[in-house]
């Protein structure tokens, strides 16, 4: 099988070693100058201390009134509906609506795939709509509306309506100061926040200084999910259109296998590292009536973002590893994933949820019962204006002391919570070793890297050195086409999988470093041949040979690429 090697040339001296995902924040640089002037003079205004010689000092760990950084939003008095309820309930098809027919808009969502999804929805019903995520900006002529993922959410132009999607994500640990930013920093007449009813209480209190009027309307489930009295107990009582949940590549190869080898279901798989256009085909193959792809094997990544036609969730475990230990599943996370099944207009209106063990089934009808906790507080994160501004006053250019000096003295409200930026500190002790500027060695930092990854985290380090020394990466020096006999193995594929994150990492950097990659197309086409070499390898793993033939033009594909 033909493929690409990634040069192993880097030093691991700087000893990176764990999962960063700040996800993919725009950066706000081009406005940090006029910024910076309306900041000081509304949080000056706010809070001041002196110092002993009398003069007057800004004090940068200040975050309690992190509504005064959005000047913009303030001047507006917003309307927020608030579309509350389970999954499957409209909430979104509503927001949606309200979107469609305004004059200007945005969408922001966690999701490439729902950006995507929103886009083409707008685009088809003649609205023409801008996709602008970490990794791709598609635009349209005349587009007023944009589809984006919440990291990108612009804060600076005024809309009309704008809608901000699971919104509930604003508890979330490491990516929940982006939805906070999203909600107070977005100047538009109508804002619209789409999740669960367990967001309500905080939202209001933090929308309490804003001015803004709120309107919160809660939606029940429009098609009924039905617990099951019984477990499955055994894969020959697998059926057509059943999605079997678990939560490591490993197992989700493992229960392929073998309800494959009942020889009555093939099954598509969808996980968190696949690529994107990976896990939409799979998720195609499977929705597709007549293919015979009729079960699914998933991970938590069914959970947002896909349409799936599935009739059944089975849980064939209801605990999961979180990064540090084995804990049992949150009540919000068998909500949502148990959801899935039986999605309102799709080929099967009643879902239907139970497990593989008897011994699981009390804690699935109880969470499906329970509400799920309130959320108590948000994610906050400090502006790059603020960093900018400290580095400035303390003449320092190390982005790990500002970020240590903000995490260790940073003051909130009761509202909020300083995001997690344990691996953000990680990069920045590797970039703070290269001659960059305050702001290339922010936007390493937020960058979207697996640091967990080797690869992945070897990949940015080595574009690092390469952006440091000569302001210009060139991917052929980093990637080189060569051949690798793949084998069968799970630690081959995880592999490819990591290829294809670097090279996302390397078009989203591309994006933001401006001109100084000039490989950006190189790199799109060789993702789009990791994908399919995936593709290829998901073949070996079991796939029937009517299907595989499906692939030969895709092989061809392939090698031509590489030639
Ligand atoms: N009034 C309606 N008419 C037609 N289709 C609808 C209507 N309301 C919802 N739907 C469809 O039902 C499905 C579920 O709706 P929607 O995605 O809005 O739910 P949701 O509550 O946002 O769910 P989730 O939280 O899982 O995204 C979608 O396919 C949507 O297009």
């Known amino acids: ?51 002993c010689a009398g003069t007057t000092k800004f004090d940068f760990t200040d975050l ?28 979104t098809y509503h927001a949606l609506k309200q979107l469609e027919s ?12 729902l950006a995507w999804e929103v886009a083409k929805r707008l685009n088809k019903a003649k609205v023409p709509c801008d996709l602008i ?37 604003l508890g979330c640990r490491t990516r929940g100061f982006s939805f906070t930013r999203a909600l107070l920093g977005i100047s538009a007449d109508e804002l619209h926040l789409c999740g669960d009813a367990a967001a309500v209480p905080l939202i209001q209190e933090i929308l309490k200084v804003t001015g803004d009027e709120i309107e919160v309307h809660y939606y029940e489930r429009l098609s009924p999910l039905v617990p099951s009295k019984v477990p499955l107990v055994s894969f020959s009582h697998i059926q057509t259109g059943d999605c079997i949940v678990t939560f490591s590549r490993r197992e989700i190869y493992r229960l392929k296998k073998k309800i494959e080898n009942e020889e009555k279901h093939l099954c598509s798989v969808v996980y968190g590292s696949l690529p994107p256009e990976t896990r939409t085909r799979q998720a195609t193959m499977f929705n597709d009536a007549s293919s015979d792809f009729d079960v699914l094997v998933a991970s938590d990544a069914i959970g947002m973002g896909l349409n799936l036609n ?19 599943l949150t009540i919000s996370e068998i909500k949502q994933i148990a959801g899935r099944a039986g999605r309102y207009g799709s080929k099967f209106p009643v879902g239907e949820v139970t497990c593989i063990d008897a011994e699981d089934l009390p ?34 250019n190390d982005l790990h002391q500002i970020l240590e000096h903000f995490l260790d003295n940073a003051k909130l409200s009761e509202n909020y919570f300083i995001a997690d930026c344990e691996e953000t500190l990680k990069v920045a002790a590797v970039i703070d070793e290269l001659p960059l500027g305050l702001h290339d060695k922010y936007l ?47 630690a081959a594929l995880k592999e490819l999988e990591s290829i294809h994150k670097v090279l996302d990492l390397y078009v989203w950097l591309s994006f933001r470093l401006e001109d100084s990659f000039p490989d950006r197309e190189l790199a799109s086409s060789q993702k789009a041949i990791c994908s399919l070499l995936i593709e290829e390898f ?12 499906r692939f030969q033009s895709r092989r061809r594909l392939s090698s031509q690429l590489l030639d």
């Open 1 to 51: 099988m033909a493929s690409f090697l990634l040069r192993r040339r880097i030093s691991s001296s700087l000893g990176v070693s764990r999962t960063l995902h700040a996800g993919n924040m725009e950066p706000i640089w081009q406005h940090v100058e006029l910024r910076i002037a309306a900041l000081v003079t509304i949080s000056c205004a706010t809070r001041k201390y002196s110092s």
């Open 64 to 91: 309690t009134r992190p509504h005064t950084w959005y000047p913009n939003a303030r001047r507006k008095h917003r309307k927020v509906f608030l579309h509350m309820g389970p999954t499957n309930s409209g909430k």
């Open 102 to 113: 305004s004059s200007s808009g945005i969408y922001c969502g966690p999701l490439r795939l």
């Open 133 to 169: 995520t970490g990794q791709e900006r598609e635009e349209v002529d005349g587009a007023e509306h944009k589809a984006v993922t919440v990291e990108m959410a612009d804060v600076t132009s005024d809309y009309h309506c704008a809608v901000i999607d699971e919104i509930q994500m």
């Open 310 to 328: 599935i009739s059944r969730i089975i849980f064939s475990t209801m605990k999961k590893f979180d990064g540090i230990e084995m804990r049992d």
């Open 363 to 396: 804690l699935l009808h109880s969470s499906l019962k329970s509400p799920s906790p309130t959320l108590e507080r948000a994610g906050l994160f400090p502006t790059f204006e603020l960093m900018f501004m400290y580095s400035r006053v303390h003449q320092t």
């Open 444 to 490: 390493f930092c937020i960058s979207p890297v697996d640091m967990g990854d080797e690869i992945s985290s070897q990949g940015l380090t080595q574009f690092a050195q390469n952006y440091a020394n000569k302001g210009i990466v060139r991917l052929r020096e980093i990637f080189t086409p060569g051949t690798l006999q793949v084998p069968k193995t799970p």
């Open 538 to 549: 998901l073949e070996r793993l079991g796939w029937e040979m009517p299907i595989a033939r």
